[in-house]
């Protein structure tokens, strides 16, 4: 569900938004520059669900044990 919401901007951003962004695009163009500010992922299921992606699971067990091994070798 979308609502609707009233900003008051300069009027310089305001031409600057509209040139290099599009009037019909502004919206789009402000929702997605908030998003990631003031709705956070829900983490837990978000791994949960890649944990159950059994190839991705499998490179990542091999990239941490090549970690492991190189890290091992190493001179300090």
């Keep these: ?42 983490l837990e299921a978000a791994y949960e669900q890649m944990s159950k992606d059994q190839v991705r699971e499998e490179e990542a067990l091999e990239w941490s044990e090549t970690t492991l091994r190189d890290s091992i070798h190493e001179t300090r």
């Excluded at 901007?9 to 019909?24: C, F, P």
């Design 1 to 42: 569900m979308q609502k609707k919401l009233t900003i008051t901007i300069d009027e310089q951003i305001y031409k600057g938004l509209y040139k290099n962004i599009g009037a019909r695009k502004i919206s789009r163009f402000v929702e997605d520059l908030v998003k990631p500010h003031v709705i956070k992922p829900n």
